[in-house]
């Protein structure tokens, strides 16, 4: 590192001395691209990364609703405006006990490197609440949704801000957020939001997006090191939309998917995972995963501990999808899945391996698809679900497909590009900072000091 981001970076932990995870992204992009900001002198004078790391905006609210016992609970709401030099902002809404404005915050600078890496207009944000949706009535997430949306809508349009899903955010949310946007705002905005359902003028793939465009990028990392999916053995953290496509896929190009988890343990299935059995599962049911058991007994659970690492990551592998949430694979985790034989891993998930796994998982030359390349899909979907409301048309799934591939296939061109330009091998996470930082960079410059 130089002086500078060394610098910044200290002055952030400062700034910010409780928000782990949001230092956690910060450290990992400011030291990364290092090699590009020593080529530019001019960026300490105009404080580029001062600016960088610090929000345009954030936006924090509360959030009443009333329950099925008619108690009323409050929980909090999050939006973080973080970065518009390429386009409105643009990031999903996360409903998770977890959330924090740590958490936001990294999931929103994060997002401002992931959109300018597909090359469309759009800035980085990030949003949601520490609400559970989780053993919640329809009735009571439609309540919740529509007090969550009187006062996001302050703050979005589809010019301005566009909204997804993320975690505990999928199709019913999001109509529920829509629904209520359209009524208070007395007009059909369909760009406002993305993930719409398809009868609502969501576009066709966004579902199978970002587990599809993770793949893509993984087919385009192996195969420019002389390697394919076929009949390689792929273990998957989480059973979610990410996995579950992912999974899919992989079984496409002939991978033998053994492993799926979620946060109570992994089932193990050394025939291959029944993938039917898990959309059932997950997608239909909303059942825990330990359930795949009842259905092919000669499966496996394992549970996970709490405090440790999750069990998934133990099970030999050449191909490991971290598809869960961030810190998924930690040191004990990544040096597990080396000496298993694990060759190559792709972040489905938002920043799911600690730095120090990263540094450890290239210095020993495992290849590393970084989440914000490797997950980009999603959004990069999103995007085009924007352009075909604003020209109020719809694409097929092939066309919209046949574009995510295109996407998919030039952001590895992009992060292998800038890997090449400033020799770093096959570390791909800085290639990917770097040549998104390049484009963000060079719009804030051309825009001023604002």
């Known amino acids: 590192m130089n002086n500078y981001t060394q610098k910044v970076i200290e ?7 409780n928000e782990k995870e949001f230092l956690q992204a910060v450290e990992e992009v400011l030291k990364s691209i290092t090699p590009a900001v020593k080529q530019h002198t001019n960026f300490e004078k105009s404080a580029l990364l001062e600016r960088l790391v610090e929000p345009e905006r954030i936006i924090m609210f509360r959030v009443p609703w009333v ?102 955010v999928g199709g019913r949310e999001i109509g529920y957020l829509f629904g209520q946007y359209r009524k208070i705002k007395n007009q059909y905005e369909a760009g406002v939001l993305t993930g719409k359902g398809l009868d609502y003028w969501g576009s066709l793939a966004r579902k199978e997006a970002t587990g599809y465009g993770l793949v893509y990028y993984m087919r385009e990392m192996l195969g420019a090191n ?112 080396f000496e298993n034989g694990c060759m190559a891993i792709g972040e489905g998930a938002n920043m799911p391996t600690t730095n120090e796994a990263i540094e450890y998982l290239i210095k020993n030359g495992v290849l590393l698809a970084p989440a914000k390349a490797a997950n980009a899909g999603g959004v990069a979907t999103s995007a085009l679900e924007m352009s075909q409301n604003s020209m109020r048309l719809r694409w097929t799934f092939d066309e919209v497909n046949a574009k995510l591939n295109d996407i998919m296939v030039n952001i590895f061109k992009a992060c292998k590009d800038a890997a090449d330009k400033y020799n ?21 410059e051309s825009q001023g000091i604002i």
């Open 11 to 17: 002055e952030t932990k400062n700034k910010n001395p």
């Open 424 to 444: 770093l091998g096959i570390n791909y996470p800085a290639g990917a900072n770097i040549a998104a930082f390049e484009l963000v960079s060079s719009a804030m």
């Open 226 to 337: 002389g390697h394919t999916f076929k009949d390689k053995v792929v273990t998957i953290s989480g059973s979610g939309n990410v996995a579950i496509y992912a999974c899919e896929k992989a079984q496409q190009y002939g991978a033998k998917v053994v492993a799926m988890s979620d946060s109570n343990g992994c089932i193990y299935d050394e025939e291959g995972i029944n993938l039917d059995i898990i959309k059932d599962l997950k997608e239909v049911k909303r059942a825990r995963i330990k359930e795949y058991l009842s259905f092919k007994p000669s499966a496996k659970y394992f549970e996970n501990e709490e405090g440790k690492e999750p069990k998934v990551w133990s099970i030999k592998t050449d191909i490991a999808l971290p598809c869960a949430t961030q810190n998924d694979i930690n040191m004990t985790s990544a040096k597990k899945l």
């Open 67 to 168: 329950d099925d016992n008619g108690k009323t609970q409050v929980n909090k709401g999050y939006r973080v405006q973080f970065n518009g030099a390429l386009g409105p902002y643009k990031g999903g809404l996360r409903f998770h006990p977890s959330v924090n404005l740590s958490i936001i915050k990294f999931l929103g600078f994060e997002q401002i490197f992931k959109n300018a890496l597909t090359g469309l207009p759009i800035g980085g944000g990030k949003g949601g609440s520490d609400f559970d949706p989780k053993g919640k009535s329809d009735a009571e997430i439609m309540r919740f949704c529509q007090s969550f949306m009187s006062e996001l809508q302050r703050h979005i349009g589809h010019d301005l801000d566009v909204p997804a899903g993320d975690i505990g």
